[in-house]
C-alpha cells in the first residue's frame, strides 16, 4: 500500500522568511509526486510535480521541491515568502490507474 | 476556458436524505475524479472515471456512494442515505490525457453537512 506523510500540521513563518514544507511517502516503485496548494475557499491548484531527472524541480510561484529515494521524500521549499503564500499545502502521489493519495496536508501561516 | 464546476457549492442534508452532487469537468478533460476531505482523514478517493469507464469506485465507500458520467462532460455523485458522518468538502477534478503524470485541476467542492 502507498501512504504519503506530512509530519507538520501547521508551520509559521515570517514574511520574507524561507519556507521548507516536510513530505515522506511508502511507495514500492518509483513514484509520480506531486505538491498542491489549497488557498482559502478555492480548489486545489498543482505546484509542481517529479518523476525522474533532476531531483530539484522547480514550480510556480518561485517554490522548489527536491526528491531524494534514499529518504522517501519529497521536500518542498521557498527562499523568500510572501503573506499570499497563506495557504494549505497538500503532497501527493499517484499510481497507475488510480487518483492521487494524499497527505493531511501543512497549513502555512505568513505573518508581516 | 472555464475550470472545474461544481454545484450546489453547499448543501444541507438532514440523515437519511439522498443527494446529488454534480460536476462539469473541463472541456476536452478525459479523466474525472471524486474525492472528498475532511480534517480527520483529508483527501481521499471516492471515484475515477477514464473516458467514461470506472476505473476506481473507492472500496470502502461503495455501499451508499455512487458516482457516475452521464456524458463526456457532466458527472454526478449520489450519496444514498446521506449519515452525518459523510459532512465533508466534496471535491471533483479533471485532467487531460491518460498519463498518469498528467495534472488534476480541482473544483472548488461541495461543501455537505448532513443533520
Known amino acids: 500500500a502507498q501512504s504519503v506523510t506530512q509530519p507538520d500540521a501547521r508551520v509559521t513563518v515570517s514574511e520574507g522568511a524561507s519556507l521548507q514544507l516536510r513530505c515522506k511517502y511508502s511507495y514500492s516503485a518509483t513514484p509520480y509526486l506531486f505538491w498542491y496548494v489549497q488557498y482559502p475557499r478555492q480548489g486545489l491548484q498543482l505546484l509542481l510535480k517529479?518523476?525522474?531527472?533532476?531531483?530539484v524541480v522547480q514550480g510556480v510561484n518561485s517554490f522548489e521541491a527536491e526528491f531524494s529515494k534514499s529518504n522517501s521524500s519529497f521536500h518542498l521549499q521557498k527562499a523568500s515568502v510572501h503573506w499570499s503564500d497563506s495557504a494549505v499545502y497538500f503532497c501527493a502521489l499517484r499510481n497507475y490507474a488510480q487518483g492521487l493519495t494524499f497527505g493531511l496536508g501543512t497549513r502555512v501561516s505568513v505573518f508581516p | 476556458d472555464a475550470g472545474v464546476t461544481q454545484t450546489p457549492r453547499h448543501e444541507v442534508a438532514e440523515k437519511g436524505q439522498t443527494i446529488i452532487l454534480k460536476c462539469e469537468p473541463v472541456s476536452g478533460h478525459n479523466d474525472l475524479f471524486w474525492y472528498r476531505q475532511t480534517k480527520i482523514q483529508g483527501l481521499e478517493l471516492l471515484s475515477y472515471f477514464r473516458s467514461k469507464s470506472l476505473m476506481e469506485d473507492g472500496g470502502a465507500f461503495k455501499d451508499r456512494f455512487k458516482a457516475e458520467m452521464l456524458n463526456s462532460s457532466f458527472s454526478t455523485l449520489k450519496i444514498q442515505p446521506t449519515e452525518p458522518k459523510d459532512s465533508a468538502v466534496y471535491l471533483c477534478?479533471?485532467?487531460?490525457?491518460?498519463?498518469?503524470?498528467?495534472?488534476?485541476?480541482f473544483g472548488p467542492g461541495t461543501r455537505l453537512t448532513v443533520l
Open positions: 517529479y518523476y525522474s531527472g533532476d531531483p
Open positions: 477534478a479533471s485532467s487531460l490525457g491518460t498519463g498518469i503524470y498528467a495534472e488534476q485541476f
